[in-house]
């Protein structure tokens, strides 16, 4: 089997799987997700994944029932049932399945769990990618990895009609991050990223970043960057669960970067390790 998936205790091919009627992510979007790479049937920094997918229902107060080793467990072993070596895992909780009423569903309804696993192809780090600037239409809790997508789709269309493979979502002149990575730069030696605040989804590979840059000694920046900064960064940087990191070589059809190819080669080469050691080497 190439993909499988699960809804509510229920296991299969992921054509044959249906979401009831009811269910809250279909009119409002209620509800929270997270996503990994499995390679060779392990999926990269569960841990990490199913901290801030707690993080997520919590926040937003979904009565999720299970425990995270419960659905670590789950998840581990979906991903093990499937063949090829690169899989998207991809899960989501609603706040359950009622009529249509804006307020919480009654008390008891039970919140929905959807998980599935598909075969995917990771970006290889020395793809070098092409962004355009795009003012953040986001709502008020990004560090919420909620269901509410419309936004970042929207986005996501118009970067595809210009050609290129992110955006640089930002406030006023304020940088946030992409409809689905965060936007990280080099300057003078150090690796920097606006704050993990509201505005940007606390990126696990950014976070991962930063924890390799402090073990190879590379200074670390958490602040605020401009529009004007990013533009004049030595290298501009793209992250995500998908892809890991990516440079950068235009921003608005504008050369950018290309001043520290060999530290962000060392951070790529450090992190290409790590996933190859936790996922391809071992098994759960
Ligand atoms: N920002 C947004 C809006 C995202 O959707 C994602 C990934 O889905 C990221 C950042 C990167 O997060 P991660 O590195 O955990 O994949």
């Known amino acids: 089997m190439q993909s499988i ?6 296991t299969g091919p992921i054509d044959q799987l ?27 920094a ?9 993080n997520s229902f919590q926040a937003v107060r979904i009565p999720f029932a299970m425990s995270k080793a419960e659905l670590r467990r789950l998840i581990c072993d979906l991903c ?7 899989h998207m895992v991809y899960w989501q909780t609603t706040r359950g399945c009622a009529l249509r009423g804006h307020a919480f569903p009654p008390e008891g309804t039970s919140a929905n769990l959807l998980i599935y696993i598909s075969p995917c192809q990771m970006t290889p780090p020395e793809q070098i990618l092409t962004l355009m600037t795009a003012e953040d239409i986001r709502h008020h809790m990004l560090n919420v990895k909620t269901l509410n997508l419309l936004p970042n789709v929207l986005t996501a269309q118009l970067a595809q009609e210009n050609g290129v493979d992110e955006v640089v979502y930002h ?16 300057k003078d030696g150090a690796l920097c ?19 390799l840059a402090n073990k190879l000694g590379i200074p670390v920046k958490e602040e605020a960057i401009t529009l004007d900064q990013l533009f ?4 501009v940087l793209v992250t995500n669960s998908g892809a890991l990191c990516n440079k950068v ?36």
């Open 80 to 86: 093990a049932q499937v063949e090829g070596d690169c």
């Open 249 to 284: 070589s235009h921003i608005d059809g504008k050369p950018v970067g290309g001043k520290a190819g060999e530290l962000v080669r060392r951070l790529q080469e450090a992190y290409a390790q790590w996933f190859n050691e936790e996922t391809r080497t071992q098994t759960f």
């Open 46 to 54: 569960i841990d990490d994944h199913i901290d801030r997918f707690f």
């Open 5 to 10: 998936g699960y809804y509510n205790g229920k």
């Open 171 to 186: 406030r006023g002149n304020l940088v946030t991050e992409g409809f689905h990575s965060n936007i990280m730069m080099i």
């Open 232 to 235: 004049d960064a030595d290298e």
């Open 18 to 44: 249906t979401v009831p009627f009811t269910d809250r992510g279909l009119y409002f979007g209620d509800g929270v997700y997270d996503a990994t790479t499995a390679a060779g049937g392990v999926p990269f």
């Open 193 to 211: 990223s606006p704050p993990a605040d509201n505005w940007i989804l606390p990126g696990i590979t950014r976070k991962h970043l930063i924890q």
